[in-house]
Each structure stands twice: as C-alpha cells, then as structure tokens.
C-alpha cells in the first residue's frame, strides 16, 4: 500500500508527512496526559500546547534528518550505479578499456538483511547478467569477424581454436576436419599426439551420432597445456555441421569441470563454424582444383614455378642444398602423330606415375608443358639429383604402353642444376641452367641425363 503522493519527489512527500505527524501527535499529546491522570489545568493551557506541537514539529524534523542520513545515501549509490550501467550500454563501451563499468566496480555492497539488502543484491544479479551478456556478444562479435575474414582453413582453425580456448575454460584443443573419408588434423594447441588422436574412436562416435560429448581423456593420450604439462579432467567432442553434414570437430580439453557458460559458448561458436568452416573448405578445394592440371592432377606449371619460388627462399634462409630437374619425353610428337593424342596422353600419365614413384616427401612434381615436367628436390646436392634423374630415365626406359597387341617404348630426357654448388640469383635463373641442360640432353643423343655443371666444364656444350 502506498501513501497518497503530495509532490512529484518521494523525499519531500516524506518530509510533508513525517511534519504532519509530528504535529498530530502534538496535539493529540495533552489530551493523553489527561488521560494519564495529569490534571487538566496544568496540560490544557496554551502553553503547553504550543510546546506539545513544537516538540511534535521537531520530531518529524529529526525524523526525516535519519531518513536522509540512513536511508537516501543507499538510494542515491543505487541510482548512481544505475546511472553508470545505463552509460555503459548506451555507449557500448563495456569491451573496451576506458568502460565506465567494468567487473566489480558496478557492484553494490549488501550490508542489510532486509529490503535495502535485496534490492542490492537483486542489482548485483542484474549487473552480473548484463555483463555476462554483454561477454558473449563482445566474443560473438570477434568469433564473427574471425569467421568472416578467414578462407583460408588454417587461419580460421587457429584463430576460432584460440578464441575457444581464451573464453572457455579449456586449455587446449584441435580442429579436425573429414577428407575424403578421413580425420585429418587442421591445427591443434597444446594436443601431444594431434594426428593419434584424429583416429580415435570417440571423435568418429560424435561424428556418427552429431552431438556434443563431454569424455574423460583415455590414459594412451597425453595433453600438453600452455606452460605446464597437466591431466584434464574433462574433454569435449564437438561436431560442427553444416545442413546437416558433418564437416569436422573440435576436439577441446580442460583440467577442470567445465561449467555450463563456457558450455553455452562452445555451442554458440560450433553455431556459426558450420558455415565458415564449409566456406573454407570450399575454397581450399577450388585452390587445389586451380594448382592442379587436369590430366596428370599434379602441380601445373604457374604452381609448380610457385612452390620453386618458395623453397629457393627456404633454401636461402636454412643455407640447405636445392635440386631442380627438367624432363622431357624423347620424341613425343612422333607419338602423338603415330598413335594418336590418347596414347600421348597415357605416355604422359605413365611417366607422372613413374616420376611419382621414385620421388620423397617433400619432393615436388609439376606438369611444366605439354610433355615436359619439373622436378624440385629440397635438400639434394648434385649426387642426390643425379641419382633420382637416373632413376627415373631408366625406369621410363623399361615400361611400356599397351595399344592393342602392340607395346609401344619410349624414353625422357633430363636436366638438372644443383644449388648452391651451381651458384645462381634466383630461381628462375636456377630453372634455366636446368633448362639448358634438358637441352643439352636432347640434343646430344636423348635418353640421357646431364647436370648444369657438365655446361660449365664443358663451354662449347652450352653454346651448343
């Protein structure tokens, strides 16, 4: 129930009614002492009369002076903290460093046990709420701009992992995506045994039934924290999809029980993977597509000259060797105008296979022409590339190809510079010294492999 509102200010309405009671009591005070058996003479007097409603006056003064000291500081630091929220929000400035609001700072001290108290703690609450909410927009809105402005798998895997990982409470974690039929792991923090894990089968069991599962981490797989090395108490299998397919996990580790906001957070960030992570996808797909050459699906050559780009600069930096060979197929024209451009294709699809076989990882296989192919072998010296050349002449020079009951033989030519015992400026300059030597292979008897260096001791070769 309220009392009936005298001005438009709570205070002042309290002031009017305290003064008016204060005068009531006042003048119904003498009347009581008579009551009390005071005699009338002495009470009913205007005297005391005037001194029964000054007291009653006074009283209410003092009355309202408590209520102003005890009650209103309370009011006013509630209205102040409001205040603050109301520009924080109005601004959105909660994120940033210069917020008028931030952590505690908003808080009321509840000191009493009855209203004043629960209204203090009931705007605690509310201020807990706000700034939680405004946590999670000012995440989604990084987690947003991290989605949008990666194609690139790796980038997005790294940047939406370390998101994950600052505003949840685990540690560590991976990306993991499906191809063709396979886990393969996209990047992973702090995971030991990244790629052991991709086969494990409760990433495959989430995959399978497309829900979130909350495991403990089997003994055979260690996680590795940040600094220190540490054994989680609980890890979570997140499916990302994407109408309905499934596209990968996050696979996330923490030490502790991971609580129901950091929960809520996962799921909001598995929400918007979905999309971005079929984006990328996509994309590394159509940059694959556009790296390869259709016919043999290796490098072609703009890629091909890319990737020589690349490792002559890691050949630089690491001061290592780099070999490069230039091979051709002997007399290819011949075939193609005696037995059509189909065998020409298989010739060229065998020596790719061929070429394939005999080369390590790391090694790189480009389609340079028509029938000319590009070789780049990081780490091999001059005897390394001769004795993968030579490998590879003499295994083209043994196979065959079929065309009805007829086995057609035919046979490449190489050429190859080995860096930095041939010193060169660039790669292109390194490509050309391999060039020159195919030349030379060609047009000294083919079938045969010749080094840059033979070009060097040899003056008159090289003019020729």
Not at 36 to 63: K, Q, R
Not at 232 to 244: G, N, S, T
Not at 372 to 391: D, H, M, Y
Not at 393 to 404: F, G, H, P, Q, T
Request: a negative charge.
């Amino acid at each position: 129930m309220h009392m009936p509102r005298i001005t438009s200010k709570i205070f002042t309405d309290q002031f009017l009614w305290m003064v008016t009671l204060g005068l009531v009591v006042g003048f119904i005070f003498p009347p009581f002492m008579i009551l009390l058996g005071v005699p009338e003479s002495n009470v009913m007097t205007p005297l005391f009369y005037t001194a029964s409603l000054m007291a009653g006056f006074f009283m209410g003064i003092m009355n309202f002076g408590l209520v102003h000291f005890v009650v209103r500081p309370h009011l006013k630091e509630l209205a102040d903290r409001m205040k603050l929220i109301k520009e924080t929000v109005n601004d959105k400035t909660y994120q940033e460093s210069d917020a008028h609001c931030m952590g505690d700072s908003c808080f009321i001290e509840a000191v009493s046990d009855d209203e004043f108290g629960d209204s203090a703690r009931a705007f605690n609450e509310m201020v807990q709420a706000l700034q939680s909410a405004h946590e999670v927009e000012y995440v989604y809105t990084n987690f947003s701009k991290a989605l949008s402005s990666n194609l690139e798998l790796d980038g997005l895997a790294k940047d939406a992992l370390h998101l994950l990982i600052e505003h949840t409470m685990c540690s560590a974690g991976g990306l993991y995506v499906e191809y063709e039929g396979e886990m393969k792991m996209v990047y992973a923090q702090g995971i030991v045994d990244s790629e052991q894990l991709a086969q494990h089968a409760y990433i495959h069991q989430a995959m399978d039934d497309s829900r979130i599962e909350r495991i403990t981490l089997p003994e055979n797989i260690q996680v590795d924290g940040l600094l220190t090395r540490f054994r989680p108490q609980e890890v979570v299998i997140v499916p990302i999809l994407f109408k309905q397919r499934n596209l990968g996990v996050f696979v996330l580790a923490s030490p502790v029980h991971i609580d129901e906001p950091s929960l809520s957070m996962i799921n909001m960030f598995r929400q918007g993977m979905g999309l971005a992570l079929n984006n990328a996808i996509a994309h590394e797909s159509l940059q694959r597509l556009a790296a390869l050459d259709g016919l043999t699906n290796i490098y072609n050559r703009r890629f091909g000259l890319k990737r020589l780009k690349e490792e002559f600069k890691r050949t630089q930096r690491n001061d290592s060797p780099l070999g490069v060979l230039m091979i051709d197929i002997d007399h290819f024209k011949k075939i193609n105008d005696t037995y059509g451009h189909l065998l020409g294709d298989k010739a060229i699809v065998l020596v790719t296979k061929t070429i394939l076989g005999t080369l390590r990882e790391g090694d790189v296989l480009a389609r340079y022409g028509g029938e000319e192919f590009l070789v780049i072998l990081p780490g091999a010296s001059e005897q390394n590339c001769w004795n993968t050349a030579e490998r590879i002449r003499r295994l083209v020079e043994d196979s065959r190809l079929k065309i009805n009951d007829q086995e057609i033989q035919f046979t490449v030519s190489l050429g190859y510079v080995s860096f930095p015992q041939n010193q060169v400026g660039d790669e292109m300059e390194m490509l050309h010294h391999a060039d020159q030597a195919l030349y030379q292979a060609k047009e000294s008897g083919r079938n045969k492999v010749v080094p840059y260096s033979d070009l060097i001791d040899e003056p008159n070769s090289q003019s020729a």
